[in-house]
């Protein structure tokens, strides 16, 4: 059994033996806790069953089954005709069964890798039950100010978030793709964790959340506010958006208060130092 903190929830994993699951979690290893929030038991079946149900057409590589009393979601490799991941969770996503085949795909994805994102899979989803979500962005920390840069993969978000940390001083990396937004006290806070795309750069630390910046390249830089039905866009854009209709409900209450506590902003920008001070000198 193993215990880790996660954005300030607990999160408890069983019978797992992983090396690299021990060192991807490290940062977040939990110290004397008495009580955990979200419980994932594993174990391997290279023989998975899906149980009945009528099956929802999912993201993020994931499938539903539409099952009573609980949520079901499983992987499928079509090349292969075989399910190679069945995850179980309760309705409010504190115990979570996760079932993986001994599979290993033409890119070199080992089953421990499968596992890890599975737990990332896991979270997102229940952090929707802990006044949180995640969004698609490159988060870091100024002056300890949280900043969130957002933009579909591939325009440079973490570009320019190295920029930051190239060109200032007191800056921190606070997850460079996948960071929790989480509400405490009714402000918001941006929190580490440990999935943070391909460059597993990360650290297990918040910030009061200061401003969005959702980037698009340009030859020339600019910034303006985004407002309204504009930055709701934007927003839906770039989080998890569930196929159920329950939790996308909540998913869309966290996008309307970010909306009416956080500022908003549309960055047009280039790789340089000169985006950077634009950016600081119109937010902070």
């Known amino acids: 059994m193993s215990v880790y903190t996660v954005a300030n929830i607990n999160l408890e994993l069983k019978n797992i033996e992983s090396e690299y699951i021990f060192e991807c979690m490290e940062k977040y290893t939990a110290q004397n806790i008495s009580d955990v929030d979200i419980c994932i038991s594993y174990r391997r079946n290279d023989n998975i069953q899906l149980p009945k149900g009528r099956i929802i057409k999912g993201a993020h590589r994931w ?16 090349e ?5 991941s069945l995850l179980e969770s309760d309705l409010e996503w504190k115990q979570v069964n996760l079932q993986l085949s001994e599979f290993e795909n033409d890119l070199g994805i080992t089953n421990e890798k499968r596992f890890f994102t599975c737990i990332g899979e896991v979270f997102a989803n229940a952090v929707l039950y802990h006044n949180g979500f995640i969004l698609h962005s490159s988060a870091i920390e100024y002056d300890g100010k949280g900043i969130l840069f957002s933009a579909p993969s591939g325009v440079g978000k973490s570009t320019h978030t190295g920029l930051w940390k190239k060109h200032y001083e007191n800056v921190s990396i606070i997850n460079d793709d996948t960071p929790a937004i989480r509400f405490i006290g009714g402000k918001p806070f941006v929190f580490g964790t440990p999935w943070s795309g391909k460059t597993r750069i990360n650290d297990n630390i918040c910030a009061p959340l200061h401003a969005i910046v959702f980037i698009n390249k340009a030859t020339e830089n600019s910034i303006t506010p985004c407002v309204g039905t504009e930055a709701i866009s934007l927003m839906l854009s770039e989080v998890r958006k569930s196929v159920f209709p329950e939790m996308m409900e909540k998913t869309l209450g966290f996008i309307d208060n970010i909306i009416n506590t956080v500022p908003i902003y549309c960055l047009s920008c280039n790789i340089s130092k000169e985006a950077v001070d634009l950016v600081k000198n119109t937010i902070i």
């Open 80 to 84: 292969h005709n075989k399910d190679v």
């Open 63 to 78: 499938n539903w089954v539409e099952t009573e009393n609980k949520y079901t979601a499983f992987q499928r490799m079509l």
